[in-house]
């Protein structure tokens, strides 16, 4: 289980990059499926050819990025669907990924790594390794929301929600559009790269259907947490994540298959999707509403006098 909140925490930082693109940008891109397995490629090909393993998974996110603005491009300046413009870089990117890694599987066995230090010393699997994971999801989560409370930021939020207020002011909707997607599949890369030295492995296929994990994360996460703030929202993402991660070993324990775990994501969507919709979780949330407005109506104010009976009769 240990194992599983590690493997979730390190996907965090692939959903906070799918959050990006998902609820700030409102563009549903596809590319993730691709430039995970890039980040995953470009950090183990580095690192087997003798590469130091953190400059490897630093370019891994950089190289992610490139896609991002190829499917930005291809989107703002290419008039193509969003949806259709990932797909593209998608498919692109399973070629690109092959000559990059030059066969389909890239062992990491016997390397050093940025997890190599955890591991030499036995703390992979334990709770300070977890620890250690969830400060580096809380540094992603700060860079994030900083970001989207600078002007850039501000101006990437207010193209997701309306583009042509933001677009009336001067600001180039395109351009948020490029930056957001290289942020974005940025993020997904370096999730990749970290993955493939966390396993020790980087194959060809292990971005296939990330993006339902991505969703999932984020979906469930935010089902669960409140979305009013930006950090909370964020951290309702890391959150998710773990989370998607704990039912999906609650469910390998239970009897399930590896074979299966495509399609437990795809029932915790619809869970997180639907349930919040049935009157007996929309009745629970009016009545905590309730609950907390009268716990602050009936709270009185120490440094105010209650009002005389005739006064607030009149």
């Known amino acids: 289980m240990i194992t599983a909140v590690e493997l979730g925490l390190i996907y965090a930082i692939m959903a906070l990059g799918v959050y990006l693109t998902f609820r700030i940008l409102d563009f549903p891109d596809l590319t993730v499926d691709g430039s995970f397995t890039t980040g995953a490629a470009t ?9 130091d393993p953190y400059l490897a998974t630093a370019v891994s996110f950089f190289v992610g990025a490139l896609a991002g603005v190829i499917t930005g491009l ?26 990059i890694m030059g066969k389909a599987n890239v062992p990491l066995l016997g390397e050093d790594t940025v997890l190599s230090p955890l591991r030499d010393n036995g703390l992979l699997g334990t709770w300070p390794s977890v620890g250690l994971l969830f400060v580096g999801c809380l540094v992603a989560v700060a860079i994030i929301v900083w970001f989207l409370h600078t002007d850039l930021g501000m101006a990437m939020r207010a193209t997701g929600d309306n583009p042509e207020m933001i677009r009336s002011l001067g600001v180039s ?14 993020l997904v890369a370096l999730s990749g790269a970290f993955i493939a030295q966390y396993q020790g492995f980087a194959d060809i296929g292990m971005g296939i259907g990330l993006i339902l994990i991505g969703l999932a994360s984020v979906i469930v996460g935010q089902a669960i947490f409140s979305q009013r703030y930006i950090w909370l929202a964020a951290l309702a993402v890391v959150f998710g994540a773990v989370i998607y991660r704990v039912v999906i070993q609650f469910a390998l324990n239970a009897g399930l298959e590896v074979n299966d775990m495509k399609l437990i994501s795809a029932i915790l969507v619809v869970l997180a999707l639907v349930l919040p919709q049935m009157k007996a979780f929309g009745a629970l949330g009016r009545r905590l509403r309730i609950t907390s407005r009268g716990a602050r109506d009936t ?9 005389p009976k005739e006064a607030q009769n009149a």
Do not use: F, W
């Open 299 to 307: 709270d009185p104010d120490p440094a105010v006098e209650p009002e």
């Open 173 to 186: 909707t395109d351009n948020q559009k490029i930056l957001g997607l290289a942020i974005s599949n940025g």
């Open 43 to 51: 950090a183990s090909i580095l690192i087997v050819n003798g590469t």
């Open 74 to 99: 291809l989107h703002t300046k290419g008039n193509i669907d969003g949806l259709l413009a990932g797909i593209l870089t998608m498919i692109a990117l399973y070629s690109i990924n092959l000559r």
